[in-house]
């Protein structure tokens, strides 16, 4: 090979290799730094063929021998070198979409659209300073997303729900940057999640878009939590990135006149210790934060985190030692009377302040990673977050990359919220059929999870088994039951199983001793549709459906818990039936646009007399 052929061939294997890198390992705690939004009005071209993107032999632009120059052509400001390529894109001549905001409901053409397309934002940086360095951040992007920036590749991301950040020091410029990204929301069968699921697959740009500015060594993550099991002690980390020498860490609680230093080694990794004296920790009832402040030589970043203890001994659940029930609700990451998916703090509250009225404690944030203001907001309010990833019915079990993405889900997921108090169990896995492939790949991520986090609760929803039809008799027998902290699992006595009535007749055997909940039940009822409690789809019908569910469950010892589905009517484009789903699961205690049917008070009252029950043993 002559040596100008080699050396082509090594540049394109090198831009491979840095096209095909994800992105940089997370920053955290974007709420509280110094940032430059980017939400607003995004240009935007529909490419459901991919033209952008592909020549006409189907080989990624991206990835070819002359990458820099063609992505320099397209992924710039549209105005081709080579035009008689891509002349037809252009987005200076195109339509804008609001980000955040899925495409589906800014254009009508778009509801059920499922593809690719590009967005573009254009934007001025004054504020890069000398020495400092630049990053973009994506609160989320559904799905496949791959970023470049005044013609040069980022890189890319996989995933629909976890954030993700890249460097942009050396192509940031100071006036007229230009943004492109490449989003396609294409279901996949080796997605996560994969092809089949219950819930709306909305595309875009769904979360806020940011710049970070930080000094050129910066702290990027940290933990600050009470150790395990310990009510005095603080125990976790801190990182920093960009730095090659020891450098000090202090972190300081001046409430509680706290000021400790630390050493971080050349990699910026600080282990974190200290003992404290008589803080106030965290509850439902007294959701108490501290003002923490973390520095290293050239940055600073505060946080407010709460402290608190969670635990699990024999069926107990205990919250900082004291026995709890979850009073819980699921919630999809809907706002339902803007109908599209919810990313502001006002969607935030919306959701949690339903939550509030049934007298919740705790809710399960399905079937994905929440925005981190839900998560926040939650905290503020006192309710308990359960969080989990898109593992869901079936997944493409034996496939390593299928692994390996949702692994970086779980990762993404505990890294951002790891500092939140409120968050008591994360979760791997909704509803997944019992094999040999599946169990290994749940107990491969369920050792992630601990090794990410040893302090936090860890849990699936699992499925029941029938052990015997009459009388009716089920059980957990699952392989991987023995692995989780809490054994919870869904049911649908009295809907997909059987009618209400059949609660009434149903045993439950649980031959473990752990915490129990269970993460669904439920049935659908169109608000406003009155018949009796025999006719399906009534208020009726669900509200007896609860009574006897409620009845039932209340009888298992080792219930700690309950999670039914669903807060609030959500789009799905499985639930078809004419004049009374129309493309929405019919199993919110709420309608879409917010009225309360007859379960949400049988739920409510059900929640307050547990209430009673648990401050009466106090
Ligand atoms: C389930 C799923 C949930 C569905 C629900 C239903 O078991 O976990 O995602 O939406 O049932 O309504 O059937």
């Not at 905001?101 to 659209?113: A, C, E, I, R, V």
């Not at 000398?130 to 609160?139: K, Q």
């Not at 210790?273 to 008589?278: A, H, L, P």
Request: aromatic share 12%.
């Amino acid at each position: 090979m002559k040596s100008f052929q080699i050396l082509v061939t090594l540049i394109l294997l090198i831009n491979i290799a840095v096209y095909s890198e994800a992105q940089n390992s997370l920053i955290i705690n974007i709420p509280n730094r110094d940032t430059i939004s980017l939400n607003g009005r995004w240009k935007y071209i529909v490419d459901p063929y991919e033209n952008g993107y592909y020549n006409y032999r189907y080989q990624p632009i991206d990835q070819q021998e002359n990458a820099s120059q063609v992505s320099e052509a397209i992924f710039n400001d549209y105005h081709p070198i080579n035009k008689s390529e891509r002349v037809e894109y252009d987005f200076d001549l195109s339509g804008e979409l609001n980000v955040p905001g899925s495409w589906n409901f800014q254009d009508d053409k778009l509801f059920y659209y499922e593809g690719n397309i590009w967005y573009r934002k254009k934007f001025d940086c004054i504020t890069t300073h000398n020495g400092n360095r630049v990053f973009i951040y994506f609160g989320a992007v559904n799905y496949e997303t791959h970023v470049y920036l005044n013609g040069k590749k980022l890189g890319m991301h996989l995933g629909g729900f976890t954030p993700f950040n890249f460097e942009i020091t050396s192509f940031i410029k100071e006036k007229d940057n230009s943004l492109v990204v490449k989003v396609d929301n294409k279901r996949k069968k080796e997605g996560v999640p994969t092809l089949n699921t219950d819930w709306f697959n909305y595309g875009g740009i769904t979360r806020d878009v940011a710049l970070i500015d930080v000094p050129s060594s910066f702290i990027k993550d940290y933990c600050i939590q009470l150790k395990k099991g310990s009510i005095s002690q603080i125990e976790g980390y801190v990182n920093l990135d960009g730095t090659n020498a020891a450098e000090k860490i202090t972190v300081e609680i001046p409430e509680l006149k706290l000021k400790k230093e630390f050493i971080a080694d050349k990699t910026g990794h600080a282990l974190i210790q200290f003992s404290i004296d008589n803080a106030v920790l965290w509850t439902p009832e007294t959701p108490k934060l501290y003002q923490v402040n973390i520095s290293s030589s050239e940055s600073q970043v505060t946080d407010q985190i709460g402290l608190r203890t969670i635990e699990t001994k024999g069926a107990d659940l205990l919250l900082n030692g004291k026995s709890i029930f979850l009073r819980g609700i699921c919630s999809h990451e809907e706002n339902s009377i803007r109908g599209d998916r919810a990313w502001s703090i006002d969607d935030a509250q919306l959701i949690l302040l339903r939550a509030k009225e049934l007298n919740c404690n705790f809710i399960r944030l399905a079937h994905y990673p929440h925005n981190e203001n839900i998560i926040r907001e939650a905290e503020k309010m006192g309710i308990m977050v359960w969080e989990e990833i898109p593992v869901y019915w079936t997944i493409d079990w034996a496939n390593e990359a299928t692994y390996k993405n949702a692994e970086a889900q779980l990762s993404d997921m505990v890294k951002r919220d790891i500092n939140r108090a409120n968050v008591i169990i994360w979760s791997v896995a909704n509803e997944t059929p019992v094999s040999d492939a599946r169990t290994s790949f749940l107990t491969k991520l369920i050792s992630k999870a601990r090794e990410l986090d040893n302090t936090r609760l860890i849990s699936a929803a699992l499925e029941k088994h029938t052990v015997s039809e009459n009388p009716p008799v089920f059980a957990i027998e699952d392989p991987f039951a023995q692995y989780v902290d809490v054994l919870s699992f869904n049911q649908y006595l009295g809907w997909y199983d059987g009618l209400p009535e059949k609660c009434t007749r149903s045993k439950w055997i649980i031959k473990f001793d752990k915490p129990v909940i269970i993460s669904e039940f439920g049935g659908d009822a169109k608000y406003g549709y009155h018949a009796d409690k025999d006719t399906r789809w009534s208020e009726e019908f669900q509200e007896e459906l609860f009574i006897r569910n409620l009845e039932m469950l209340d009888k298992i010892t080792q219930l700690r818990g309950i999670t039914p589905w669903i807060l609030t009517d959500f789009r799905s484009p499985r639930r078809l039936l004419p004049g009374i789903q129309d493309g929405w699961n019919r199993k919110g205690v709420f309608s879409e646009s917010g009225e309360k049917k007859k379960a949400f008070f049988i739920l409510q009252d059900f929640y307050n007399k547990k209430l009673k029950v648990f401050e009466s043993k106090e």
